[in-house]
C-alpha cells in the first residue's frame, strides 16, 4: 500500500471516534455568576501569574532534599501573598530557580525568577546557612530557610510588576483576539510533533484566537502529548491529549483522541492525519476556553401567558326583593 493511501486510511480511521472532552469542571469556574456586581469584569480575570518552583539541581542537595525544600519554598510564598507551586512549569508559569553557592562552611541559595519565554526577570539572594545544617536536609530546617527568603522573592516580583505585564484584559473583555500560547506537541512518531502543533494553529486562528509560540500576552495554554502504544493484531493505539490550561497554572480541561491504526503508520509523515486530528480537537479546546470565558446564559424568561379573559364580577348576595 503506497504512504499516501495509508495515510488517507488513517485519517478515515481517525474520522470514525469523535474527540472525547474532559472538562476541569467540577466546581463552577465562574464565581460571580449571576451577582457580577461592579467589580465582577476585574475579580473574574484569573491570576496574572503563577510561580512554578521545580526541585532545584544544583542546590547541593539530593534529589529527594530537592524536592523538599521546592515544597517548601512554596509553601513560604503562598504565605507571602505569592501563587506559587512546587511544580515543573506549565507553558504560562514563570519558573523560580534555586542555586546554591558553598561560600566557607556556609551555603547561600540564589533565586532566579524567569517569565513563561524563559527571559530572566531578576534574582535575589537568600541567607547564608550553616554547611551542616543545609546538607543535613532536615523539613525544619528547610522550613526555616523558605520562609526567611520567601519575601525576598516577593519583593522581587514586585520590582518586575509580574500582574501588570503578565495579563491581556482585552482579550478576556472581548475586545480583541484572545492570545493563546501553542506550547508544542511532544511524544509523536514521525513528524506528528511538528505537523499536529502547525494544523492546530491554522485551525484556533479560523475559530477566531489568536496563536502564538511565545507566552507574553497570553491568557491561556495549549499543549499537546501523543503516546503510541502497541496493541495485539499488528495495531498501534494512538493517544492525543490537548491539555488547556490558563495563566495561574490551572487546566481548565482536556480533549481526548484515542483510536488505532496500522502499526507504523504514522512514523513518517502524518499528512492528511494531523489535518483531521486538529479539526476535531479544535473544537473541543474552543468549548474548554468558552466554559472558562463566558458568562453563563441567562435562563429563558418563560413566554407571557395569554391574556385571560376578565373573571366576572362575583354574584350579588341573596336577600329578599324589595
Not at 474527540?19 to 456586581?37: E, F, I, K, S, T
Not at 507551586?85 to 532566579?112: F, H, I, K, M, S
Not at 499543549?223 to 488547556?244: F, M, N, S, T, Y
Request: glycine fraction near 10%; hydrophobic fraction near 45%; charge should be neutral.
Amino acid at each position: 500500500m503506497r504512504w499516501s493511501d495509508r495515510c488517507r486510511q488513517a485519517a478515515r480511521l481517525l474520522r470514525l471516534l469523535p474527540a472525547v472532552l474532559l472538562l476541569a469542571a467540577c466546581v463552577d469556574m465562574r464565581p460571580y455568576a449571576g451577582n457580577p456586581g461592579g467589580a465582577a469584569p476585574r475579580l473574574v480575570l484569573p491570576p496574572a501569574y503563577r510561580i512554578a518552583v521545580p526541585p532545584p539541581q544544583q542546590a547541593l542537595l539530593t534529589d529527594a532534599g530537592a524536592q523538599a525544600f521546592a515544597r517548601e519554598l512554596a509553601e513560604a510564598l503562598q504565605a507571602n501573598e505569592v501563587p506559587a507551586a512546587a511544580t515543573d512549569p506549565n507553558p504560562l508559569d514563570w519558573p523560580l530557580t534555586v542555586t546554591a553557592e558553598r561560600q566557607g562552611q556556609a551555603v547561600r541559595p540564589r533565586y532566579e525568577l524567569r517569565d513563561a519565554d524563559g527571559v530572566s526577570l531578576g534574582t535575589a539572594e537568600g541567607q547564608a546557612v550553616p554547611l551542616r545544617l543545609w546538607g543535613g536536609e532536615a523539613a525544619a530546617q528547610f522550613k526555616a530557610v523558605a520562609v526567611a527568603d520567601a519575601p525576598a522573592v516577593a519583593e522581587l516580583l514586585g520590582r518586575v510588576e509580574a500582574a501588570r505585564k503578565a495579563s491581556d484584559p482585552a482579550a478576556l473583555a472581548g475586545k480583541g483576539p484572545m492570545r493563546i500560547r501553542l506550547a508544542g506537541v511532544k511524544g509523536a512518531p514521525g513528524d506528528g510533533n511538528t505537523s499536529l502543533n502547525a494544523r492546530m494553529r491554522d485551525f484556533l486562528t479560523r475559530l477566531g484566537y489568536l496563536p502564538q509560540d511565545g507566552a507574553e500576552g497570553a491568557t491561556y495554554a495549549v499543549q499537546g502529548d501523543v503516546k503510541a502504544v502497541d496493541v495485539p493484531g499488528g495495531q498501534q493505539r494512538i493517544e492525543l491529549q490537548w491539555i488547556v490550561s490558563r495563566r495561574d497554572g490551572h487546566e481548565l480541561g482536556r480533549v481526548v483522541q484515542l483510536n488505532e491504526v496500522p502499526r507504523g503508520t504514522l512514523n513518517g509523515l502524518w499528512g492528511d492525519v494531523a489535518y483531521v486530528v486538529a479539526e476535531q480537537a479544535a473544537g473541543g479546546i474552543r468549548e474548554v476556553l468558552q466554559n472558562a470565558v463566558l458568562p453563563p446564559e441567562e435562563a429563558p424568561k418563560p413566554a407571557a401567558a395569554a391574556a385571560a379573559p376578565p373573571e366576572p364580577p362575583p354574584p350579588a348576595p341573596r336577600g329578599r326583593a324589595d
